[in-house]
């Protein structure tokens, strides 16, 4: 078994020690620099699985051997140890390339956890993820998936938090999720949110939990967002959306690494990365005063741009064929293919909704074609989806079924209205699918889907 190694650079020899003694309580080699000179030549013989260094040193300072170790050593991933409280220092590490920091005094529960994240990059599997092009969730074969693809295996390395913008439906939850599986949080949970799906008054006990009975209808403990990603990965999509309020709350969370469930008197340690996205401006929103400046410096220390589809388009054929594979799989259907004459338009349109809005389109053309061929014809792009009629007053012609005057679900209803008209067109046809489909008028494939819908196979 091979003995990690760890360089401590720090020019008391108090705190040296002190991490020498924590370090190798957890079986690692150690070795101690007092300055950035000393430590650059002990690099330059031997590399180091992990370097721990001071922000202030006598010939320099510990953002100087980060970006050293950015060019010379990149496979060393560099902590920083900052003055309590000075989160401009910590930002400016993350930026220039430290993996993590921690500020003193030092906490060694934290230092410990930080220690063990860090040395997980030094695992072989790891290693050889790290060397790969393997595509992952972020498939295509252009330039910028490319680019994207080894923007997302760097900022793996990294604890800092990134910033993902990009377009509606363009993948941002899919970055966010690869950064996440290549670090060395992969084995811990990633926990996503919709910033804007949580009302207001329940963000708080939504983000950071909450005790029984510490209001109306808290009947038991709930841990919360932060709590349910510990030791893992935070994803706060649409983070744009979230009220002023709760944009303080959030910074002193990700500022203090813990979080005060609501009704509780302390605070709770959490180990974290945050990553977060929107679709929106947000420097605009900080110039407005709808957005934090504080809290958008805290979240923007990398910034990590995901392309729009129309600027990906030779990537068209690969994720079709994908999503066209994966819904086959899901409504356990024959499989489908774009027509020479389909993927052309497909490449030619202009995709305001991105990606997911190419799934949308593809999932309503594979149940309403007959054949194995999607053609033009057959994309219904810039229609709206062909379902069944709507509703009128009274009675519905075809099924009998009474529309209330009051107040209703309106989807239940509607789906109440389908399952009666499967039903009766299977019943007729003695349970024939081919039959009841051609009975209701739609293609096999499009009853299939929506027995699996409706959960009636």
């Known amino acids: 078994m091979t003995t990690h190694t760890a360089l401590i650079v720090d020019d008391e020899p108090d705190i040296r020690e002190l991490l020498e003694i924590t370090l190798v309580r957890m079986g690692i080699a150690t070795r101690s620099a007092p300055d950035l000179t000393t430590a650059r030549e002990l690099l ?23 970006s050293w170790i950015q060019e010379h050593r990149p496979e060393t991933p560099v902590a920083v140890i900052t003055a309590y409280g000075n989160m401009d220092t910590a930002i ?22 930080l220690v063990s994240s860090a040395l997980r990059l030094s695992e072989p599997e790891h290693q050889e993820s790290q060397q790969t092009d393997d595509p992952g969730l972020l498939l295509g074969k252009s330039e910028e998936i490319r680019r ?7 900022l793996a390395r990294s604890q800092a938090p990134v910033f993902i913008s990009g377009e509606s439906g363009s993948g941002k939850e899919l970055v966010a999720r690869m950064i996440h599986l290549q670090g060395p949080r992969s084995g811990a949970p990633f ?10 008054e329940l963000m708080e006990s939504e983000f950071f939990g909450h005790r029984k009975g510490s209001f109306t209808g808290a009947t038991e403990n709930k841990e919360g967002l932060f709590r349910s990603a510990d030791g893992g990965t935070l994803f706060l999509d649409e983070v744009a959306d979230l009220p002023l309020a709760m944009q303080v709350k959030l910074l002193r ?3 203090e690494k813990a979080v005060r469930p609501v009704g509780e ?20 929103l900080v110039k407005e005063g709808s ?8 979240i923007n220390v990398i910034e990590l741009s995901v392309p729009p589809l129309r600027e990906r388009i030779e990537d068209i054929p690969i994720l079709a064929s994908h999503i066209l594979e994966r819904i086959a799989r899901e409504y356990d259907c024959p499989p489908a293919r774009l027509s020479p004459g389909a993927l052309a338009y497909l490449k030619g349109y202009g995709f305001p909704g991105n990606v997911r809005e190419l799934e949308n389109i593809l999932e309503r053309a594979f149940t309403l074609c007959d054949s194995e061929v999607i053609d033009t014809d057959d994309l219904h792009i810039g229609t709206a989806p062909v379902d069944l009629p709507a509703e009128r007053g009274g009675q519905d012609a075809n099924t009998g079924t009474a529309v209330p005057d ?16 499967i039903e009766k067109a299977l019943e007729a046809t003695r349970w024939n699918k081919t039959a009841a489909a051609k009975r209701l008028g739609i293609s096999f494939r499009a009853l299939r889907y929506r027995l699996k819908k409706l959960g009636m196979e």
């Open 148 to 154: 994207l693809r080894s923007q997302t295996r760097k």
């Open 406 to 421: 009051g107040e209703m679900n309106l989807e239940d209803f509607l789906e109440n209205i389908e399952r009666q008209a």
């Open 44 to 66: 330059e013989a031997e590399p180091a699985h992990l370097c721990l260094t001071d922000m202030n040193l006598p010939d320099g300072n510990g953002i100087d051997l980060v």
């Open 191 to 200: 926990v996503a949110v919709n910033c804007g799906a949580i009302p207001s």
């Open 92 to 113: 400016e590490a993350l930026k220039a390339g430290a993996f993590d920091f921690v500020s003193k005094p030092v906490e060694l529960t934290r230092l410990r956890e």
């Open 265 to 284: 008197s302390r605070e709770i340690p959490v180990d974290i990365r945050i990553l977060s996205a929107t679709h929106k401006n947000l420097p605009e």
């Open 291 to 298: 957005f934090r400046q504080d809290l958008f410096y805290r």
């Open 253 to 255: 969370a990700i500022q």
